[in-house]
């Protein structure tokens, strides 16, 4: 036998990494996401950089408290997060500090500007792209804290979020196939029943759910999340999706992440986002029609709507969905289950990571020429006639009359 090895348990090391930003992929109210190389000792590898516009210290501590929930997280359905970087403020260019002036302007730190421009960093020419630290003008004052941008760094999921895959299938007046619709769903009840022994998620919602290019379902963005059965510090989310109790701030438990995927279902079911208030309304009436809209109405059963929608998705969908939570499913590992046993596999073969990895490129050339691998893959498309259908549309004559009148209220609401 060759030599022992030492041990080198509790030795320190400082990392080598070496990250540059290669565009912009995504912004939101209040953060903006980047794709990156990450070069760590030659090793090169896409990541996503997602930074604040803000350095209010309650949105610097947001940010790590989404760090800290989500590096524990470790499930094939939620995308990684491997943690915090940060670079100095000299090196950031200063249209993107300008913004964070501004923002931070709204949020009581009106002096963060005139600081940022006293020091007087200057950034060097292209360093938007390859950010190096630059030599400070002047040393900084005893006890003085450099000021730094801190980003939390994720795994690059190559693929689309599922906001734009729904919003794609409506340009084409399409849907989603059922099956493929409760698939993604089961998996990201998956994640679900993972994430639940810890957090509530608080903003599950088709923009925070990705579809890399294996079929593999992602949920992303735990920056709001709480802990289980514990207090709701902020309000945050998105209105259209949130349970009657997320809206009145109410202390929360998976149930409330369950109704948010129910409402994401019925969506992806009927092509219909039911619950969504009307666009440009000033935020403190937009939040009272969406309390209005979850406390004093239900939608209607989603195969009540469409002919092609099986009654058993539909009523798991109406489960989900209950304005009591006592009502609701659970736990999200019934609703996984449930989707599975009774739908997704009931007949034996179903959908799978490949099967919507094969839809999707299927989707992206327009059903030009399936392969008879993927008409294998999506083989459970077959209909009695034993042909395969892979186009769902979304045409006036797929909906019931009381689909219709459905369609024609939503519309009418939104045009206000």
């Known amino acids: 036998m060759g030599d022992a090895i030492g041990d080198l348990t509790g030795m320190e090391f400082s990392s080598s990494s070496r990250y540059t930003i290669v565009e912009e992929i995504g912004r939101g109210g209040m953060g903006i996401v980047f794709l990156a190389e990450k070069d760590c000792e030659g090793v090169v590898d896409d990541v996503v950089l997602k930074t604040l516009r803000s350095l209010s210290p309650e949105h610097e501590q947001k940010l790590k408290d989404e760090a800290n929930i989500a590096t524990a997280l470790r499930h094939e359905n939620i995308v990684k997060t491997y943690g915090l970087e940060s670079i100095p403020l000299g090196v950031v260019p200063d249209a993107f500090r300008q913004e964070m002036d501004e923002l931070d302007s709204q949020h009581g730190r009106r002096k963060l500007g005139e600081r940022l421009r006293a020091r007087k960093r200057m950034v060097r020419s292209g360093v938007s792209k390859k950010l190096e630290p630059k030599r400070r003008s002047r040393r900084e004052a005893p006890g003085e804290k450099e000021l730094r941008l801190s980003m939390l760094v994720m795994d690059y999921v190559d693929g689309t979020d599922l906001r734009q895959l729904q919003r794609q299938h409506l340009k084409t007046r399409r849907l989603l196939p059922c099956l493929l619709a409760g698939f993604i769903v089961s998996r990201l009840a998956r994640a ?60 929360l438990d998976g149930r409330s992440d369950i109704y948010s995927l129910g409402i994401v279902l019925y969506h992806l079911l009927t092509g219909i986002p039911v619950l969504q208030p009307p666009p440009k309304l000033p935020f403190a009436q937009a939040l009272q029609e969406a309390i209005g809209l979850v406390t004093e109405w239900q939608p209607p059963p989603p195969h009540t709507v469409r002919y092609d929608i099986p009654e058993v998705i539909s009523d798991l969908c109406m489960r989900m969905i209950e304005t009591h939570p006592d009502g609701r499913i659970r736990r999200a590992d019934d609703v996984a289950s449930l989707l599975e046993q009774k739908y997704l596999y009931a007949e034996g073969f179903g959908p799978t990571n490949n099967s919507l990895a094969a839809y999707v490129s299927l989707f992206e050339r327009g059903f030009d020429a399936p392969t008879s691998d993927e008409l294998r893959q999506l083989s459970f498309l077959t209909s009695l006639d034993g042909s395969v259908h892979l186009e769902r549309t979304a045409n006036g004559a797929d909906y019931t009359d009381s689909g219709r009148e459905l369609v024609k209220e939503y519309r009418e609401y939104h045009r206000g």
Do not use: C
């Open 192 to 251: 679900l029943a993972y994430a639940h022994e810890w957090i509530v998620h608080r903003d599950i919602s088709p923009e925070n759910v990705l579809v890399n290019n294996q079929g593999v379902v992602k949920l992303s963005d735990f920056g709001i999340a709480v802990p289980t059965d514990g207090p709701s510090p902020i309000f945050a989310g998105k209105l259209g999706y949130m349970s009657p109790e997320q809206l009145r701030g109410d202390p």
